[in-house]
């Protein structure tokens, strides 16, 4: 009796958070899974069934390509110069837990990502910016040249990658921070007895150990690196000055696809293809982490 | 050298260059703020200044007098608390619910929520926002909402906290004193809630604070503007005034900043707690 | 030489001082047991002997070494950890082989010499397991191996055998004993079992509350044990205390209850002492001062009786090595020999040669 209390009282209990969730979260994703194998202009009332031809079609489209091709190189690129920075931080900033700087240094570590992304992408800005900002002034004070970092296609890649990295730094560090605390003391003190220097023991004894976290984060930052939108807006505005089209990533082209051209089936296609892309990292992740917990 | 004595010289070192570091991953946002403080001629400077020779706050009284920045501030401000209240409300109840209530369809609904969480927002948010303009939300706080309303993580976050620190034996112990359900979830459960219900709420205001992608395409008009989509297009509109951009920027960026600072705790928690979630 | 030299050590940590002037010299190829209750500060020692704690003041000497400010790695010794703290994510053989690896060893040397030590101690068929994959017992094998390997001056362990179950604690007793006959390596060994430290010691160091209380040889401090404390943590079944008076030219110690023991040596004191009898020396018969006790319980092992007795108002224990089969309640009397009866100061503790 109680227990059927209880049950219709869970069902009712979670019925508000479960419709919501239904219409904000699996309703949306039906509809882009199913729109992909569509077309539709937005305004006609036809969507006709086209099977796997968006598909087929991006592979083919420039436009696309590239987008897939700049997005993978900043998420990759991100995620190779956040994992090691942070992980080397982490255990500078552990090391000296005891210092009275160590509040410091967490904060400031971290208040990078907590800025919100427009504003840390305009303080960027200005810094990279060929003809006034600071990066050329030095750059040029040293003997070199001005670069138009904004404007090259290589550089400009690069300066996303480098703000995008500076943004996750913190929360790579904060994460790497939680693994140092929860590795066991004694195996590292045995490693010194053993002989081992401070930085044998990162290398012999905190990088292994660590791999799980590695792992995650490894796999969070590529996930959001292949998100990444706001940056590309604010960093990569072209010649003519339109945000965001001088380094094309997948969510934009995919709401320029959208809301510019017209073609809502299309850019389901791509956000497909995107959750594919996320998709395939969390199983590779949840296949490593399983593989080395299994045997 | 003593060990003492060598172990005081590297932790001195490691300090310094921590220091460094520090100082130059801020140097940006520094710079920022002290840009918001120069005139425009001294932005168009070469070699540019670190820092203003004349300060004035001209700048930041534009900002704030001629240009919706407060406007901004403020449906940002209205949208990140809508967003949290939601978020936490349906998040400590889903929560407990999956977490005290084991029965086939709860488990089922549990696995659903787990399967969505790894799908990023910007996969799905075309069709939801035909959903929103359907409903004639568009260019509303309203129609933001709609994206925001419920977090995945927020409903594993408390449902990992319900199983570990709230004993089945307490809430049989209400039933049998003849509580009733809400009564014990609103009387007992919330309140030892407490810490993850606050890291989840400044996870939560977080997240639609900064948010991006999807208040950039529910809001076309200017006045319903959040502050990242109206900064980012501040600079098609106020293209040749760096300095007042680089103010409202500042504008926009020290509340956030601060309020980091205060509630730091609360903060490395939440996202700390998203960590170890596998 | 690998003599262990400790000056007047002193340890604190902040304000609280954990060593107060600690000294004694262990001889080189000796087994030394540190033994004493929980928070006594001989892990403490031995950590400043390992160099993972910095010395407050005083001087810890190996051979003919200071080595006070020497890093840990430079000292050449090796520690087997109450946990064994073992690296969990490399396998046996890699384990017992990274400290020769960190001293750039060839492969074909470090693959000998882990061989070697792992035969030793009968791991070898474990070299690719992983930590996780092994018991307690083969753990704590692997540990020793690790530290064995690296051939140092000194070992140290640090309660090794407290994770083991009782029956492969004795066995690990043993084994560890024949190790170090065969390595011939001088050894720090800690534990808080006293059992552990008279059977496999050849020098014990009983401390308490910071300080050294005594440092003999095993038998030693069971047969002279230096004041109460020492007298009452060495020896299983504890020895039992009781206050008794005695006058000057008087053979006699007195209880509390009036009953009287004939203590001839006991002539030259006067005034309140406390007497102290070992269980394993109250016999039921025989010559010798007699006495009669309550029994209040007694358990049979078989081969053993041991008994709780109220005698003058206090509890003792008897430890009779014959089936004794009485009822609670029962008043008998025990005999021993007046000269196992030790007499200690009732002031300061110390014992009283008589």
Known sequence: MLRRKQFWFAIMAILPTFAIFGWVRLFPIIETLRLSMHEWNLLSKNKPFVGFQNFIELFGDNQFMDALTNTAVIAFGAMAVTIPMSMVLAAIIYHRTRSRFSGFYETAVFIPHVVSLVPAAMAWKWIFDAKLGPLNAIIMGLGGDALPWLFDPVLSV??????????????????????????????????????????????????????????????????????????????????????????????????????????????????????????????IQFGLLRGKGGR | MSATDRARRTNFLLDVTLFVICILLLTPLILLIANGFKTPQEMLVWPPTLFPKDPTLENFHKVFTETPLLRWMLNSFLFAILSTVAIVATSALAGYIIGKFPFRTINIIFILFLATAIIPFEVYMIPLYFQVKALGLLNSVGGLLVGYLVMSFGIFLIRQNVIASIPDELLEAARIDGAGELWIFWYVVLPLLRGPLAALAVLAFFQAWTAFAWPIIVMTRKKSFTIEVGLANFQSAYTVDLSLLSAASAAVMVPSVLAFVLLRRNFVEGIAASGMKE | MATVEIKELH????????????????????????????????????????????????????????????????????????????????????????????????????????????????????????????????????????????????????????????????????????????????????????????????????????????????????????????????????????????????????????????????????????????????????????????????????????????????????????????????????????????????????????
């Open chain 1, 158 to 283: 690069i300066c996303i990658i480098f703000l995008v990295s500076w943004q996750t730094l913190g929360y790579g560090v904060l994460i790497y921070l939680v693994g140092f605390r929860n590795l066991p003391k004694s195996v590292f003190e045995a490693a010194q007895l053993d002989g081992a220097n401070g930085f044998q023991s990162f290398l012999y004894m905190s990088v292994p150990l660590l791999k799980p976290i590695t792992l995650y984060v490894s796999v969070v930052t590529l996930i959001s690196g292949f998100n990444v939108y706001a940056q590309a807006y604010v960093l990569a505005s072209d010649t003519q000055g339109a945000p965001g089209r001088q380094v094309r990533v997948l969510v934009l082209d995919m709401l320029e696809n959208s809301f510019q051209n017209f073609r809502v089936g299309y850019a389901a296609a791509e956000a497909v293809i995107l959750l594919s892309i996320v998709l395939l990292l969390t199983m």
């Open chain 3, 11 to 354: 340890k604190s940590f902040g304000d609280v001082e954990i060593l107060h002037g600690i000294s004694f010299t262990i001889p080189d190829g000796a087994f030394v047991a540190l033994v004493g209750p929980s928070g006594c500060g001989k892990s403490t020692i031995l950590r400043l002997i390992a160099g993972l704690e910095e010395i407050t003041s005083g001087e810890i000497h190996i051979g003919d070494n200071i080595i006070n400010d020497v890093e840990p790695k430079n000292r050449n010794i090796a520690m087997v950890f109450q946990n064994y703290a073992l690296y969990p994510h490399l396998t046996v053989a890699q384990n017992m082989g990274f400290s020769l690896k960190l001293l750039k060893k060839s492969k074909a040397e470090i693959e000998r010499a882990v061989q070697h030590t792992a035969e030793i101690l009968g791991v070898n068929k474990l070299l690719h397991r992983l930590p996780k994959q092994l018991s307690g017992g083969q753990r704590q094998r692997v540990a020793m191996g690790r530290a064995i390997v690296r051939k140092p001056q000194v070992f140290l362990f640090d309660e090794p055998l407290s994770n083991l179950d009782a029956k492969l604690r004795v066995q690990m007793r043993a084994e560890l004993k024949a190790l170090h006959r065969r390595l011939a390596t001088t050894t720090v060994y800690v534990t808080h079992d006293q059992i552990e430290a008279m059977t496999m010691a050849d020098i014990v160091v009983v401390m308490r509350d910071g300080n050294v209380e005594q440092v003999g040889r095993p038998l030693e401090l069971y047969d002279k044990p230096v004041n109460q404390f020492v007298a009452g943590f060495i020896g299983s079944p504890a020895m039992g205390f009781l206050p008794a008076t005695t006058k000057v030219g008087s053979s006699e110690m007195v209880l509390s209850d009036g009953q009287v023991l004939s203590k001839p040596t006991c002539a030259a004191l006067d005034g309140g002492y406390i007497i102290g009898l070992r269980p394993e020396h109250i016999q039921l018969g025989g010559n010798g001062a007699s006495f009669k006790a309550t029994i209040e319980a007694s358990e049979q092992t078989g081969s053993e009786t041991l008994l709780l007795a109220r005698l003058a108002d206090q509890e003792i224990t008897i430890l009779l090595r014959e089936r004794f089969d009485t009822p609670i309640g029962d008043v008998h009397t025990f005999v021993i020999d007046p000269t196992a009866v030790q007499v200690f100061d009732s002031k300061t503790g110390a014992r009283l040669e008589t």
